[in-house]
Nanobody
Framework: QVQLVESGGGLVQAGDSLRLSCAASGRAFNSYVMAWFRRAPAKEREFVASIGRTGTDTYYADSVKGRFTVSREDAKNTAYLQMSNLNAEDTAIYYC????????????????WGLGTQVTVSS
């Protein structure tokens, strides 16, 4: 198993940048595909970004493509989500998730989840 803890959320203004971190503990971090999802108020949880075990394959939701970058640093057992040019529609709780096998955009494919970190963007 793996335990995930997100950090880095906060209150920012539209146009600002923010970097989220997801620290993992437990079994070998490089065994896991990592992903970020978010849940905005009164909305369903949605896929944001995913990164494969080697870090060479990344996937993004259309709404964040070109603004967000997902990465991983296996030596630190940490995944990151660099967010730039934030807008009010990015306001949500951001969750880190992990799974074995290949990257996925589907939340139910991920067995391990963090508790989330709040990102609020004021316009």
């Amino acid at each position: 198993q793996v335990q995930l803890v997100e950090s880095g959320g906060g209150l920012v203004q539209a146009g600002d940048s923010l970097r989220l971190s997801c620290a993992a503990s437990g079994r070998a971090f490089n065994s896991y595909v990592m992903a970020w999802f978010r849940r905005a108020p009164a909305k369903e949880r949605e896929f944001v970004a995913s990164i494969g075990r080697t870090g060479t394959d990344t996937y993004y939701a259309d709404s964040v493509k070109g603004r967000f970058t997902v990465s991983r640093e296996d030596a630190k057992n940490t995944a990151y989500l660099q967010m730039s040019n934030l807008n009010a529609e990015d306001t949500a709780i951001y969750y880190c998730a992990a799974r074995y096998s290949v990257p996925s955009r589907v939340a139910r494919d991920f067995a391990y989840w963090g508790l989330g970190t709040q990102v609020t963007v004021s316009s």
